[in-house]
């Protein structure tokens, strides 16, 4: 069976993993002329996310590349004394297995592990989905596939193809992200230094390998603004509005923006959409169900949603009108509950109010100086992210027995025994 997957980011890679493990034959396009290397910003993978990448073989390497951030300075708007935060009390307490890494890193890290078994087409993107399979592109010559996956991220091109307007399923939670790459003048190294205002936050961390350093924004606004996702100026423009004032600290971060070499800019929004499949298509990651980006855990989500597409696939024989209910059904809670956390951690992260800035640094503070077993306690009673990512399970999903040997094609019984093949 041939499946062409569009996104090269992280579910795209990782659902390419699977599918050749189980004997599919895997294509991926991505839209950008090489592997993606925009700066990016720091992730979060939880235990299942973690889990998954053990099993993959490359958990070595995704710790290697962690960020190693593990203090934080928080600073309030208006305030002499900053607060100092012990981060590594707070991760160890919200999951069990959790590691912090650089997006760029994680996509490097996956593609890697598939490069050899999958065929990756770069510089080019879909134009059109038949409902037989075939598929054009704006540079190649149409091919036939038996299904498409669109892990192409929250302006999915598949799902605008397949579903309609992207309008139709966004749900605007009343904030913006921005990220940008900057010289580490500070010599940041594994903290986090965060300045935080009523309605907008911004931090400036270093990881341990890199010789640079990222930028954090998040701001609220009532209604949603007015430029184009691809329009830079605008969106620095903006960025530069919504944080004036905030810190000289936040002033230098900004006087960057002309000079930066990576620069991302995006609404935190929600997608929310009846199903995600639609005959031989199917979405995953962001571009079926983003909970919201920087807050919601988007890209533990895209991975487990990758790992059981995946395996559901596998396990229907590669019937699709069976395994896409089944992955379906099987993300639709975690999906639910990711929601939830997104909306609860933007209002912790972008207070709205003076006394929720002022809740933001005693808590950390009070985080910070109670003993390990009582902070631990008191996060797991007040983090639902923690709650929710550690609760999710992942199936074993172990290979059908009958599969092509050196064959990129399923193989059913079937055709095992000569008499055709999926």
Not at 133 to 158: K, Y
Not at 291 to 308: E, F, R
Not at 358 to 368: C, D, E, F, P
Not at 371 to 394: E, H
Request: net charge neutral; charged share 25%.
């Amino acid at each position: 069976m041939r499946i062409l997957v569009s996104g090269a980011s992280v579910a795209g890679p990782v659902l390419a993993y699977w599918l050749t493990r189980y004997g599919f034959s895997v294509t991926v396009v991505e839209r950008a002329p090489a592997l993606r290397k925009t700066g990016g910003h720091a992730v979060d993978l939880y235990r299942p996310a973690v889990d998954i990448s053990e099993k993959m073989g490359v958990l070595p390497r995704v710790e290697e590349r962690a960020t190693g951030t593990n203090r934080m300075t928080l600073c309030r708007e208006g305030a002499r004394r900053p607060v100092r935060v012990d981060l590594s009390k707070i991760f160890s307490a919200t999951s069990d297995r959790h590691v912090e890494v650089m997006r760029d890193d994680l996509s490097e890290i996956y593609y890697d592990a598939t490069r050899d078994d999958v065929e990756y087409v770069f510089d080019d993107s879909i134009t059109a989905i038949s409902p037989d399979g075939e598929v054009r592109f704006e540079n190649a010559a149409p091919r036939r596939f038996d299904l498409v996956v669109g892990a192409d991220g929250l302006h999915s091109n598949v799902r605008r193809l397949v579903f309609g307007d992207e309008s139709r399923f966004s749900s605007f939670i009343g904030a913006y992200l921005g990220v940008l790459t900057l010289p580490n003048t500070s010599g940041l190294d594994g903290e986090l230094l965060m300045h935080v205002g009523v309605g907008r936050t911004a931090g400036m961390y270093g990881a341990r390998h890199l010789g640079d350093a990222r930028v954090l924004f998040l701001f609220r606004s009532e209604r949603e603004l007015d430029y184009h996702h691809r329009d830079v100026p605008r969106q620095k423009e903006l960025l530069r509005g919504a944080f004036d004032g905030l810190h000289a600290d936040v002033d230098r971060w900004l006087d960057e923006l002309d000079r930066t070499p990576a620069f991302y800019f995006d609404s935190i929004t929600q997608l929310r959409m009846d199903t995600w499949s639609r005959g031989r298509v199917t979405l995953v990651g962001d571009a079926g169900y983003c909970p919201g980006p920087a807050v919601g855990g988007s890209t533990s989500l895209a991975i487990v949603g990758a790992y059981v597409l995946a395996g559901e696939l596998a396990r229907a024989g590669c019937d699709h009108e069976r395994a896409f209910p089944a992955y379906e059904r099987a993300m639709a809670e975690h999906v639910r509950g990711s929601r939830a956390v997104a909306l609860s951690a933007a209002k912790t992260l972008i207070p709205t109010s003076r006394l929720g800035v002022s809740g933001l640094a005693q808590g950390a503070r009070l985080i910070s100086a109670l003993p390990a077993g009582p902070s631990r306690a008191l996060l797991r009673l007040t983090t639902k992210s923690a709650r929710l990512y550690n609760s999710m399970t992942i199936d074993d999903y172990p290979p059908r027995p009958h599969q092509w040997a050196g064959s990129a094609s399923w193989a059913t019984p079937e055709a095992a025994s000569g008499a055709g093949s999926g």
